[in-house]
């Protein structure tokens, strides 16, 4: 098999070269094995993943509940980030019983906290069907009937593929369509908290220290995976290195990285920029909202905590990705390395020019968009992040709709291998639905929509404004039996109960559908030229790409090392105790628990969290990272400010992620909880 001698970073003399690139499974025994040894690994490349036997150390890595992790034990014990399972902990939290706060570890096996919707798969084959998906497109088709046909043929592939019991199929486009792969999952339904930390220390520097270095923050919780009410037997897991990580060590983060936009032109790139504008502006003043609506209520901060820390995370999120834009001139590079791709191909103007074109037609509905996508369930984003009363009406509206068609022509999300957990999904959202701050919410959004342009007009919501207080008084939406029995109706018996809110869900369903047609005819355009245009950039570079984030497995490779965030300032990789200590004030979010503070003198100089070069974004919290013999340790769960705008291109000079050390994670379960089965099951004391 030809080998992939990533000439560019061979030519670097430093021996701690940044390692760029998310690479997936079958690009393993491509890349040259000399090269890896040279960077520090000390297992073959075949060991991690072998394509020609389905099987190898990358199995470990599991996805949960939209979040990356690894297994940790024979006996199913998986890591990931306590913000991956904080679901479960509001699912069981009470105000007389606050986990949140408090944090939880179940001493015995009979004490874990099942999460009721929370999903764990990993991976078992992945298949090329490259071919078989664009000889299922007709010669002559449209872009919006390309795009239809390859999803036709997309369907078939994953209904044959989830025929097998505990199945999970994909098929993932890479750089939207240079390769269509098949991805077989194994699905666990039953999913358990083991050890999540106090509040205190998951979220130790809270929104004040979100994406900054330096970092104190214990963002690591222990789930155990079940099968047929057993504890699953994973053919590999990751054991821990009890001597975590060290300046220059090699290491690599394995995980299930959401998306990024390195594959785009420059005109593109510029349209995501007004995008990441639309979510600042909005979630923040959401959070503002929510902020105001729960101030001196226990149950609503309870009931809100993990959709603030969504909306947190992502509006700050946003902020980091204009600002990176700006500091790292980011569309000017673009347009660069765009004009060099087009004097060494020229025959790839064709598609470069149609990538622009429809890049600003997607302008054009930019805001409105955005204000529809806040009410719109995904398989792979079941937690809308609107206003609750819309997206209950909506997906209850949509589910009716979609019921009376054959599954195969169903929306995929109403899919029947899917709407079973969209009703899950309804059902638990009742836990995180407190009226005032979602009818503050939902004013806002319909002022925001009533400011469109008449173009952009949305009727569906012309009559709620005024009746706000009526329609959060009398919808039988906002009961939670009331709501699934809906789900389960015809359009028919909906519209007989004459429900003003169900009646805006199906004019909205109208408005998404309208909107996912556009889309559609969008991801056929890019599926035609992307292909073109991404190959045009291979041969140009002189290299082979790893394509962009989309939600399936990847392997970055690292070195554990510190970075210059501006002139005169130099950052250490790692930090310790003495900074969380250090750090501390009494007051949220730097308020040591009482029991670390009591543990913390004898053990100042234990390394907390540290940096590494490895290439993440989105969808890595939780990832697995690993030694070069495939040892735990440490759990990625953020990047630093100056790298949040990577998504479209990779600074090795500030392209930093943050790690939470193994070694936080084992003082705190053997000095603090005292947790010896614990750890006598991680094989460590």
């Given at each position: 098999m030809r080998r992939i001698v990533l000439a560019g970073l061979l030519l670097l003399a430093p021996a701690l070269a940044a390692l760029e690139g998310k690479w997936t499974p079958q690009q393993m025994l491509q890349l040259d094995p000399a090269w890896l040894k040279q960077q520090g690994l000390a297992l073959p490349p075949s060991r991690l993943w072998d394509p020609a036997r389905g099987r190898g150390l990358l199995a470990a890595t599991v996805n949960v509940g939209g979040c990356s992790g690894g297994f940790i034990s024979r006996d199913g014990l998986f890591i990931t980030n306590h913000h991956c399972l904080f679901g479960i902990l509001q699912e069981h939290a009470t105000p007389q019983n606050d986990?949140?706060?408090?944090?939880?570890?179940?001493?015995?096996?009979?004490?874990?906290?099942?999460?009721?919707?929370?999903?764990?798969?990993?991976?078992?084959?992945?298949?090329?069907?490259?071919?078989?998906?664009?000889?299922?497109?007709?010669?002559?088709?449209?872009?919006a009937q390309r795009y239809r046909a390859i999803e036709r043929k997309s369907n078939e592939l994953v209904a044959a593929c989830?025929?097998?019991p505990g199945t999970r199929c994909r098929v993932a486009a890479h750089d939207s369509g240079v390769q269509y792969v098949l991805q077989e999952m194994a699905e666990i339904a039953d999913v358990r908290l083991v050890f999540a930390p106090p509040r205190a220390v998951g979220e130790y520097g809270g929104e004040i220290d979100n994406w900054m270095w330096p970092r104190h923050t214990g963002d690591f919780a222990i789930g155990r995976a079940y099968v047929d009410g057993q504890p699953f037997h994973p053919e590999f897991f990751f054991p821990i290195s009890a001597k975590g990580a060290a300046p220059k060590d090699f290491v690599m983060v394995l995980g299930y990285p959401g998306i990024t936009y390195r594959s785009l032109t420059a005109d593109e790139m510029e349209e995501r920029t007004l995008f990441f504008g639309a979510r600042a502006d909005v979630y923040g003043e959401w959070l503002r909202l929510i902020d105001e609506a729960t101030k001196g209520d226990a149950a609503g901060t309870i009931a809100?905590?993990?959709?603030?820390?969504?909306l947190a995370n992502s509006q700050k999120n946003a902020e980091g990705q204009l600002a990176g834009f700006k500091r790292g001139s980011i569309l000017e590079r673009q347009r660069t390395n765009d004009r060099a791709v087009l004097r060494a191909h020229p025959e790839a103007a064709v598609a470069y020019d149609g990538l622009a074109e429809m890049a600003r037609e997607k302008t054009q509905t930019l805001t409105r968009d955005f204000l529809l996508d806040r009410l719109r369930m995904t398989p792979t984003s079941l937690g809308a992040n609107g206003p609750k009363a819309l997206v209950f009406a909506v997906a209850v509206a949509r589910s009716s709709l979609e019921r009376q068609k054959p599954d195969a022509e169903r929306d995929e999300t109403f899919m029947q291998r899917t709407i079973g957990r969209v009703r899950d999904q309804l059902e638990r959202m009742q836990k995180s639905f407190y009226a005032p701050a979602d009818r503050a919410m939902l004013a806002s959004y319909l002022r925001r929509a009533a400011a469109l342009p008449q173009s952009q007009h949305i009727a569906a919501l012309d009559d709620l404004a005024p009746h706000l207080d009526e329609l959060y008084a009398q919808s039988k939406l906002f009961d939670v039996g009331e709501r699934l029995h809906m789900f389960d109706e015809t359009p028919e018996q909906l519209h007989a109960r004459h429900d003003p809110l169900l009646e805006a869900g199906f004019a909205l369903d109208r408005e998404l559908r309208a909107m996912m047609e556009r889309r559609d005819r969008w991801e056929g355009t890019s599926s035609r030229l992307r292909p073109v245009w991404r190959r045009a950039v291979a041969a140009q570079r002189g290299r082979p790409l790893d394509p962009d984030a989309n939600g399936t497995l990847r392997v970055s490779f690292a070195h554990v090392q510190g970075y210059a965030p501006r002139d005169g300032v130099w950052y250490t990789p790692q930090t310790t105790l003495r900074g969380v200590i250090e750090k501390h004030t009494g007051t949220e979010p730097f308020n040591v628990p009482e029991s670390v503070l009591r543990a913390a003198p004898k053990a100042l100089d234990l390394p907390v969290d540290?940096?590494?070069?490895?290439?993440?974004?989105?969808?890595?919290?939780?990832?697995?990272?690993?030694?070069?013999?495939?040892e735990l340790v440490g759990v990625n769960f953020d990047r630093v400010w100056e790298n949040v705008a990577n998504d479209f291109g990779f600074n090795e000079d500030v392209g930093r992620n943050i790690n939470v050390?193994?070694?936080?994670?084992?003082?705190?379960?053997r000095d603090v909880q005292h947790a010896d089965e614990l750890?006598?099951?991680?094989?460590?004391r």
């Open positions: 986990i949140i706060t408090n944090g939880f570890l179940a001493r015995t096996r009979e004490a874990e906290l099942r999460g009721r919707t929370t999903r764990l798969t990993f991976p078992r084959r992945f298949v090329d069907v490259t071919k078989d998906v664009l000889a299922a497109v007709p010669k002559d088709a449209t872009d989830e025929q097998k809100l905590a993990s959709d603030v820390k969504s540290f940096l590494a070069d490895a290439d993440t974004t989105g969808g890595n919290s939780g990832s697995p990272t690993v030694n070069a013999r495939g050390d193994v070694r936080y994670l084992l003082w705190l379960l750890l006598g099951e991680l094989g460590v």
